[in-house]
């Protein structure tokens, strides 16, 4: 057989990969807002000499770093997509930016309990007007770039991809999501705090919003973590969809799924490996078929064994 009678059964393994995803453009966006924000702050604490806004400047140093990882996840996922030593695609990009993110939102977390400790023994005296303001300049940023990121905005699948659930979605755009709303976070707990100083003097509040901040953002760390980790090393996907994988094929009454592995290879998009037994086997194509598109198979691997009396025959 010449190598071109096969070229109608081969396929690339791009699986959309090559296209520009909707969350690159506001991550890119956002990442370009904190920036800004981040060397206004810096510039402006240097020259009038506040530690207040030099300090959330630094802070906000941080979040252009884990931003700019996301953005660059994305980048090199489209850039590299139709590298065939990606056996599946560069999907799994998507998932490491966000693995990253989680574990520098990790770093953010225990930075932030270790200095709120410290502020517990050795108080400091706080320029509450000044930090207050900071404190609202930077909530109102955050609110706009939390609006941006907002994965409801997100229309790179349908609501029908939805059973696909969420933690197999983009943990790209999810893990730059949690590193803003982090900031957001500080910013709200730290305006709290800080009138709680000003107008009541209670001080304390400053490094116990400090701790509750950092407990939260360690949630919403281990959540991308677990997540993300899963798709990484090759986790099953969902049960609700190997579920409707199995009933599609076994409707007809005689085949049977013998064994189903099904794993993430890029956000909402799935690969699976089916094996069927069966006493009057289908046709492979016929198999292939009876399983709904929205389900996100991209590439699906079929054994059909046929049923005897003595035992089993594999037909494909």
């Given at each position: 057989m010449h190598q071109n009678n096969i070229e109608p059964w081969q396929h690339d393994h791009t699986f959309h990969q090559d296209q520009k995803r909707s969350g690159e453009k506001r991550t890119l966006?956002?990442?370009?807002?904190?920036?800004?924000?981040?060397?206004?702050?810096?510039?402006?604490?240097?020259?009038?000499?506040?530690?207040?806004?030099?300090?959330?400047?630094?802070?906000?140093?941080?979040?252009?770093?884990?931003l700019s990882i996301n953005v660059f996840a994305y980048v090199y996922a489209r850039r590299h997509a139709k590298n065939r030593q990606f056996t599946f695609g560069t999907g799994k990009v998507n998932a490491l930016g966000g693995f990253t993110g989680a574990v520098l939102l990790g770093m953010f977390a225990i930075v932030m309990a270790w200095e709120s400790v410290k502020r517990f023994i050795h108080p400091v005296s706080i320029a509450f007007d000044q930090a207050i303001l900071v404190a609202t300049i930077g909530l109102v940023v955050n609110g706009v770039s939390i609006f941006i990121l907002d994965s409801k905005h997100d229309h790179d699948h349908s609501d029908e991809e939805n059973i696909s659930h969420d933690h197999h979605g983009d943990h790209n755009l999810r893990s730059a999501y949690f590193h803003v709303l982090a900031d957001a976070l500080t910013s709200l707990l730290a305006i709290f705090a800080l009138l709680a100083g000003k107008y009541f003097a209670f001080t304390w509040m400053d490094p116990l919003m400090g701790i509750v901040g950092a407990i939260l953002v360690s949630r919403w760390s281990l959540g991308l973590l677990r997540t993300s980790s899963g798709i990484l090393l090759d986790k099953q996907a969902p049960v609700l969809i190997q579920k409707e994988i199995k009933k599609c094929i076994e409707s007809d009454g005689d085949s049977r799924v013998t064994d189903l592995h099904l794993w993430a290879i890029g956000p909402h998009i799935y690969s699976a490996i089916i094996s069927i037994v069966a006493h009057h086997p289908k046709e492979l194509e016929e198999y292939k078929k009876s399983i709904p598109s929205h389900l996100g198979l991209a590439h699906v691997t079929i054994e059909i064994c046929k049923c005897r009396e003595g035992g089993f025959s594999i037909v494909t």
């Open positions: 966006l956002v990442a370009v807002i904190t920036a800004m924000m981040m060397i206004v702050e810096i510039i402006a604490g240097i020259v009038f000499g506040s530690m207040a806004l030099l300090a959330d400047g630094l802070h906000m140093a941080s979040h252009t770093v884990a």
